[in-house]
């Protein structure tokens, strides 16, 4: 992957046209032409394998790798402005604790 496309700044235009024309994908400029930036980047451009299947992106520190029932429900409710001591006995209630 190029340094640009990690960095989050997208590369320019001739250079996306310029790897999407050629060895492996030989899309026609026609082609190349319907993408949108991110399919561009994230269908074409991203990390493989030797094998060419897409390796997963690693979770980055403000992505969790997974979160629990318990975490979803908390953050719902923080973003719906009910207070912390509510959220509380809102979750004890739900689980019958």
Same mark, same amino acid.
């Given at each position: 992957?190029?340094?640009?496309?990690?960095?989050?700044?997208?590369?320019?235009?001739?250079?996306? +046209?310029?790897? =999407? +024309? %050629?060895?492996?994908?030989? =899309?026609? @400029?026609? /082609?190349?032409? /319907?993408?949108?930036?991110? /399919?561009?980047? %994230?269908?074409?451009? +991203?990390?493989?394998?030797?094998?060419?299947?897409?390796? @997963?992106?690693?979770?980055?520190?403000?992505?969790?790798? /997974?979160?629990?029932?318990?975490?979803?429900?908390?953050?719902?409710?923080?973003? %719906?402005?009910?207070?912390?001591?509510?959220?509380?006995? =809102?979750?004890?209630?739900? %689980?019958?604790?």
């Amino acid at each position: 992957m190029s340094p640009e496309i990690r960095s989050g700044a997208p590369p320019p235009f001739r250079d996306v +046209c310029a790897v =999407l +024309c %050629n060895e492996p994908f030989l =899309l026609t @400029p026609e /082609q190349v032409g /319907q993408l949108t930036p991110w /399919q561009a980047a %994230n269908l074409y451009l +991203c990390p493989r394998d030797d094998k060419g299947r897409v390796l @997963p992106a690693p979770p980055t520190p403000s992505q969790p790798a /997974q979160r629990t029932p318990e975490d979803w429900f908390r953050r719902h409710w923080r973003a %719906n402005g009910l207070r912390p001591d509510l959220i509380d006995r =809102l979750w004890e209630r739900r %689980n019958g604790s």
